[in-house]
């Protein structure tokens, strides 16, 4: 019976589901693997009665786990209450001025003032335009360009796939794109460089992501980022830091950021600041940006989605916040992450494929070569069979292979204990061997 409905389901899927970044043709094949009814704390269970370690937080999102009954409540008492309403021009609500408040408390250097979206991408796209807009009333408007990173993710939205580094997602928009450029994304000179060739006076910001997370898991080398803070200020261009994965814990600091002390001059989060339970994200810019707002605005700032501030979303980050630090999670974070490095250390030992291992808290990857001490890659990659050889096991994990790459990579939810880290390295060893 329960065969019938899971084929059922499978079958409307196929027939009318897109799924984001899915290849079309592999899900009419193959239709969906898992199709998911339940969560609790890192597990996914599954309409079939499988059930699976969420390793990956979903889409590094879930940072307090699954199946938190409390946000639930607060989801409930919120919407009963005022489910939404506008914050355009002089309408506001409580939990929206709580959650700008509280994020001034906790934000890096001295970030004070929000500006709300429902995501990842639209807060990439609000940076740009908030960039811009900055300039503009600085009276330096041909400062436009945005340099960003090879190997940079910062989602689909027009602004935030131009300024991703992996070009296979930028390709179809780069003709939009004029005033994006990249840069080799662990070296400064070619930053110098780039902006000395294009122009300092045309550009007017820098974006990064304090550990790269799609692009294949790359932490930066020390004292990366205060050189790179150097060079902007230098050629007065802004700094701002992508920390939609990297916020609220996942490294084992509240932000990325903390683990290079550079401040940037503004900073887009989204995912871990409500774990996944609702749709939100946003631009925080420093305090001397907001003065020069405040004295130099006339007129509207014509950029808002009807979703700025929703209060339902805001109201589910605030606990969500609490949840991270009544629980310590940060802390855990720290401490599981480094568990987890130790486990892909044996891995690394007992498998002849595993090359460089890596992770900054929960934020983790493995990297699959031919030859450990060339480095040398399989022609095929091997990282999505392994995903695929983990999932079957009751592991999910993703892999990344763009530019050559051939890395698992790997972002449990932030209450991960030591138990389930080393159940996660057992199935990731078992995948390994089945594919060597
Ligand atoms: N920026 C970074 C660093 C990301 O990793 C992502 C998504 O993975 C985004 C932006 C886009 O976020 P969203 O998918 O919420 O639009």
């Known amino acids: 019976?329960?065969?019938?409905?899971?084929?059922?389901?499978?079958?409307?899927?196929?027939?009318?589901?897109?799924?984001?970044?899915?290849?079309?043709?592999?899900?009419?094949?193959?239709?969906?693997?898992?199709?998911?009814?339940?969560?609790?704390?890192?597990?996914?269970?599954?309409?079939?009665?499988?059930?699976?370690?969420?390793?990956?937080?979903?889409l590094w999102n879930v940072n307090i786990g699954h199946g938190r009954d409390e946000i639930a409540q607060t989801a409930y008492d919120q919407m009963k209450t005022l489910g939404y309403s506008s914050c355009f021009a002089t309408f506001?609500?409580?939990?929206a001025i709580q959650l700008a408040a509280k994020l001034a408390e906790i934000a890096p250097g001295n970030l004070s003032a929000t500006f709300f979206t429902s995501g990842g991408s639209e807060s990439n796209d609000t940076a740009y335009k908030l960039a811009r807009h900055y300039w503009i009333l600085?009276?330096?408007p041909e400062r436009k360009k945005i340099i960003s990173r090879s190997k940079s993710y910062h989602g689909v939205a027009m602004g935030a796939t131009s300024a991703t580094g992996l070009k296979p997602f930028r390709d179809f928009t780069n003709s939009l794109?004029?005033?994006?450029?990249?840069?080799?994304?662990?070296?400064?000179?070619?930053?110098r460089e780039?902006?000395?060739?294009?122009n300092p006076e045309t550009v007017a910001a820098f974006i990064a992501e304090p550990v790269q997370g799609a692009g294949g898991l790359h932490i930066a080398p020390e004292g990366f980022f205060k050189e790179i803070r150097k060079i902007c200020d230098e050629y007065g261009i802004l700094f701002i830091t992508d920390e939609v994965i990297t916020g609220f814990g996942r490294t084992g600091t509240y932000f990325g950021m903390d683990h290079y002390d550079v401040a940037p001059d503004m900073m887009c989060f989204a995912k871990g600041v409500t774990s996944g339970y609702a749709q939100l994200g946003g631009v925080m810019i420093s305090e001397d940006i907001h003065k020069d707002l405040i004295e130099l605005s006339e007129g509207t700032l014509l950029h808002g989605y009807t979703y700025s501030g929703h209060p339902m979303a805001c109201a589910v980050a605030l606990k969500n916040l609490e949840i991270i630090e009544r629980e310590n999670l940060i802390e855990n974070s720290r401490l599981m992450g480094l568990e987890l490095l130790n486990g892909f250390k044996q891995v690394q030992k007992q498998r002849s494929i595993v090359g460089d291992v890596r992770a900054l808290g929960l934020m983790g990857a493995v990297e699959?070569?031919?030859?450990?001490?060339?480095?040398?890659?399989?022609?095929?990659?091997?990282?999505?069979?392994?995903?695929?050889?983990?999932?079957?096991?009751?592991?999910?994990?993703?892999?990344?292979?763009?530019?050559?790459?051939?890395?698992?990579?790997?972002?449990?939810?932030l209450t991960i204990n030591q138990g389930e880290i080393k159940e996660l390295i057992e199935i990731l060893n078992d995948a390994i061997l089945a594919v060597e």
């Open 138 to 140: 600085k009276g330096q």
């Open 1 to 58: 019976m329960m065969k019938d409905y899971y084929q059922k389901l499978a079958d409307l899927d196929k027939k009318h589901f897109l799924h984001p970044t899915t290849s079309i043709k592999q899900q009419q094949e193959n239709g969906p693997e898992f199709i998911f009814t339940e969560g609790k704390g890192v597990r996914l269970y599954d309409l079939d009665g499988r059930s699976a370690i969420d390793g990956l937080s979903s």
């Open 194 to 198: 780039k902006i000395e060739s294009e």
């Open 177 to 191: 794109a004029p005033d994006f450029c990249y840069v080799d994304h662990f070296s400064p000179e070619a930053l």
């Open 92 to 95: 506001s609500n409580e939990p």
């Open 368 to 413: 699959v070569v031919k030859n450990k001490k060339t480095n040398e890659r399989f022609e095929d990659p091997l990282a999505p069979k392994i995903v695929t050889e983990a999932a079957k096991r009751g592991l999910i994990c993703r892999s990344v292979v763009f530019d050559q790459q051939d890395t698992v990579v790997f972002a449990p939810p």
